[in-house]
DNA sequence: ATAGGGTTAG
């Protein structure tokens, strides 16, 4: 009688207790599938008899609410509801839009009011000994699929400790946990049950195990299983093929393709979808195409997946025409096929057909998801497409998107590159409290560093290290270019150590960019130590190297550099020619910078910009032909703009050739009316040459347009930068202990025979619009440092001929290393000389 | 009744 009795106990609990897992899932799946219900119609899915009762409860649930009908879940129900009647129950349901906005709140509530804990509730009220393994099942996999892989796991520890042993469904989901939570050995110590135990004979559970494997980059131990198995199933080829792709394989999995196929085992859809990004990975563009060309034989392109697969491995390969023909010819495109499509155009350069079908997925009705907001705005990213960028911002606030941290991020960066730091950083604000994303970071402080923000860059680097967001290799080569641009040795060291904890000794990115920060600091020794140690040294870095040469005025070892290049193989660029000319025009080396020029297009097809038509000209003019830099400029390819004529000016300046002086000056003015310093250059021009009127004219023209002077220099000291401003030299603390020295200093000048020859009285011009900020930043330098310590100063612009030799003759009299960075280059000045043979 | 494989982004 009490055997009777359990029993009855325990069926009972058992159909409640699956009873109620079932009604919390289906009604989930109904609250967060509302806009499916046509698609739950079961002559669509005949084989699928899950998805029939999901329908079936839809349904009913769905007459409740409309019609107050009782909702008694009954099992005879089923066929009775399914196919024509499931049709009309929906249209009706359909029909009334208020109707449908009540069950679309009363879901509302619903999702607040049921979630896995209460399924939990259901579970844990079912007595232990009662609980089938299937109860278990569902819900570590229910566990699974909303992203808790954890509570899954732990789940599975409960499991065990209640002595219960798992069926192959269970170890296929703890599988798939461990692949996303937990360690390689856990997965393999199970492993080890699994073979104790003979689970892994179900090929499910062997697939589980591949796919383990994979996923943690243990792709040896899922070959090495894959060949040991038995049996295998188009599953298992499938999971090896898209393992070896994850892993870098893809030659590979295009080589087991063929493998299956011989073997006897067809293909299916998902094969497809394994299989092309293998050919998007290698550019493998005709195999792909056969895959398509078998996809559509097959029927599989019916499937939006296969085809978004498709449009992927196309627009990869770099044929977006095809891509966009797939997309043509789909039968049903979701949010990822739009996506990918857009991410194609944009990957083509095609920004506005990218910004055209964003507007159109809106225009059918494609809600777009935060995959899809992300690739429209990188296309506005790269198009530079500011106020596109500004209406998708818009539309993401509305969908409610901003604080998806992917979204975030795409937008920060949209607006950063697109010249709007203040946006970027609004975005930033909104959500860097509620996130501690290293790429949010990242983002925001390049964002800085190409807006050319170096001091907001590195406050943010410190804000971040102050919240003890851990830095990446990422953030290091984000950081480093601000304090290049700085010239700041102290913070790039300081960055530098960061690099070595961490550990970014072998991202390329940060090598270059560390390279080039030594260069740009001054340091060109510690660059070159670095280029030396690297191993697989790629265009950039020999770039940074040469032009780090090139910057101090090593003319011969930028030329030895950029053969070694060429000698290992590496095809310069535009920007290593760029290199290499500056390197030639700063040494004045002619004859080598007119066959680099010359070698750029004809053997290397690349088209000279502005900037490599200056250095030649800047070469040509220093060197006193003047008539061929004329020439030069006149036959450029490109419109000249003023600062290539500006070299020819100061050629003339440097060779007293007035007369050409002055039709080059025409041609400046119109360019650049509001640049005081060509009015300057030419009015010295003419004082040079006596001839006063001139001169008196153009001062007069100066000072009408005199306005904001913004030269500035800056020195470090014990770690802070100190500004001083050009023309105001009572700003800083030590401004009289500054002054003291420089009056000093130019008594001593004057005594030494230093001072400059007074040119006709019109020096005193020059010294205004030059402001000398340099000279109060080395006087601080000299009185902040230990007796030998190298100066190091920078400046925003070009360095005047009088703080030159105010440099030159520091150097001498203090026994001083200085270095100075100007808007063009280094000056070393050592003993009364500079590198720059000014 | 429950499972194993895929696509879109920084």
Redesign the pocket.
């Known amino acids: 009688m009490a055997g009777e009795n359990e029993r009855g106990r325990r069926e009972k609990w ?1 159909r409640l207790g ?1 009873q109620w897992l079932k009604m919390y899932f289906q009604l989930n799946h109904f609250i967060y599938n509302v806009e499916d219900w046509p698609i739950i119609r079961d002559d669509q899915c005949p084989q699928q ?2 998805r029939v009762d999901c329908g079936m409860f839809v349904l009913k649930y769905g007459e409740h609410l409309i019609n107050g009908t009782n909702m008694d879940f009954q099992q005879n129900d089923i066929p009775r509801f399914r196919g024509e009647y499931a049709v009309k129950v929906i249209r009706k349901a359909k029909e009334s839009e208020n109707r449908i906005k009540k069950i679309q709140e009363e879901c509302e509530t619903y999702k607040q009011q049921i979630d896995l804990g209460v399924a939990r509730q259901v579970f844990d009220e079912i007595p232990n000994p009662d609980r ?3 109860a278990w ?2 819900l570590m ?1 229910e566990h ?1 699929k909303a992203g808790d892989p954890d509570r899954c796991l732990s789940l599975f520890k409960d499991m065990l400790e209640h002595g219960i042993r798992g ?4 170890f ?2 703890v ?2 946990c461990l ?1 996303s939570s937990g360690s390689v050995s856990e997965g393999a110590s199970l492993h080890g049950y699994l073979v104790k135990s003979g689970f892994v004979a ?4 062997g ?2 195990l591949i ?1 383990f494997y ?1 996923k943690r980059r243990r792709i040896d131990s899922a070959l090495c299983l894959f060949e040991g198995m038995l049996e295998r ?4 080829w ?2 090896i093929m ?2 070896c ?2 892993n870098n394989l893809a030659e590979k999995a295009i080589g087991l393709l063929v493998k299956m196929r011989l073997s006897g085992i067809d293909a ?1 859809a ?2 497809v ?2 299989v ?2 293998a050919c998007a990975r290698t550019g493998f563009l005709c195999f792909g195409r056969a895959v398509h060309g078998y996809s559509i034989k097959s029927r599989f392109v019916e499937e ?2 296969v085809g ?2 498709l449009i ?1 491995m196309y627009g990869k390969c770099g044929d977006s025409d095809s891509a966009g023909r797939v997309f043509q010819c789909m039968h049903r495109r ?3 096929s739009w ?2 499509m857009i ?1 194609t155009y944009t990957r083509d350069g095609r920004f506005d057909e990218a910004v055209d079908l964003f507007k159109r997925m809106e225009e059918e009705g494609v809600q777009p ?4 907001v ?2 429209i ?2 296309a506005c ?1 790269l198009g530079g497409l500011l106020e596109h960028g500004r209406d998708v911002h818009d539309r993401i606030i509305r969908i409610g998107l901003e604080s998806d ?2 979204v975030a ?2 937008l920060i ?1 949209m607006y950063a590159k697109c010249g709007s730091v203040t946006d970027a950083r609004v975005v930033f604000d909104r959500i860097a409290s509620t996130t501690n ?1 290293v ?1 949010t970071w990242n ?1 925001m402080i390049g964002g800085y560093s190409k807006n050319s923000l170096p001091n907001e860059a590195l406050s943010l680097f410190g804000e971040m290290m102050r919240l003890q967001v851990k830095p990446n290799c990422v953030t290091i080569a984000c950081v480093l270019p601000a304090c290049a641009s700085l010239s700041s040795l102290e913070r790039g060291r300081e960055v530098h150590s960061h690099a070595l904890r961490i550990g970014c000794y072998s991202d390329k990115y940060v090598m270059n960019a560390l390279m080039d920060m030594y260069a740009k600091s001054g340091a060109l020794h510690h660059a070159c130590a670095l280029f030396d140690r690297m191993e697989a040294k790629d265009l950039i870095s020999w770039t940074v190297i040469i032009a780090g040469y090139s910057m101090h005025g090593h003319g011969g070892q930028a030329l030895m550099t950029f053969r070694a290049m060429r000698a290992n193989a590496i095809e310069p660029n535009a920007a290593s020619f760029l290199a290499i000319l500056r390197a030639c025009s700063h040494s004045g080396l002619i004859k080598e910078g007119q066959k680099f020029f010359a070698a750029m297009l004809e053997e290397c097809k690349i088209e000279p910009e502005t900037d490599h038509y200056s250095c030649m000209v800047d070469l040509l003019s220093r060197a006193g032909r003047l008539t061929e830099a004329y020439r030069f400029i006149e036959s450029m390819a490109v419109k000249p703009n003023s600062s290539v004529c500006t070299l020819l000016l100061r050629g003339c300046q440097a060779h007293q050739d007035v007369k050409l002086a002055e039709k080059v000056a025409e041609r400046i003015f119109e360019l650049e009316p509001e640049n005081v310093e060509h009015y300057m250059l030419l009015a010295n021009i003419y004082a040079e040459a006596e001839r006063w009127n001139a001169t008196k004219k153009f001062i007069e023209r100066l000072n009408q347009r005199k306005g904001s002077s913004k030269g500035c220099s800056w020195i470090e000291i014990r770690g802070k930068a100190q500004v001083f401003i050009d023309g105001d030299d009572k700003a800083h603390p030590e401004s009289k202990k500054i002054r003291s020295l420089l009056e000093s200093l130019g008594l001593k000048m004057a005594e030494d025979g230093w001072l400059m020859k007074r040119r006709h009285g019109f020096v005193k011009e020059e010294q205004e619009s030059c402001g000398h900020s340099e000279r109060s930043a080395i006087a601080l330098g000299i009185l902040n440092s230990r007796q030998r310590a190298t100066v190091r100063v920078a400046k925003n612009t070009r360095v005047c001929g009088e703080c030159h030799k105010f440099a030159k003759f520091v150097s001498k009299s203090h026994q001083r290393e200085i270095v100075l960075r100007d808007s063009e280059r280094f000056h070393r000045f050592v003993d009364g000389r500079c590198c720059c043979r000014r």
């Open positions: 058992q699956v008899s899950n089938p393994i299937f099942n569902v996999n699974a069926n192959p469904h269970t296929s989901c599988l798939k692949a179900y090929i499910a559970v697939n589980a796919a994979s199933d188009v599953v298992s499938n999971s898209s393992g792709i994850s299916d998902m094969t979808m394994c092309s990004p939006a997946n978004n697969s992927d979701t949010a990822v996506t990918s991410s998801d935060a995959f899809a992300s690739s705005l990188r990213t941290r992917f991020n795409a960066d994303d790429v983002t």
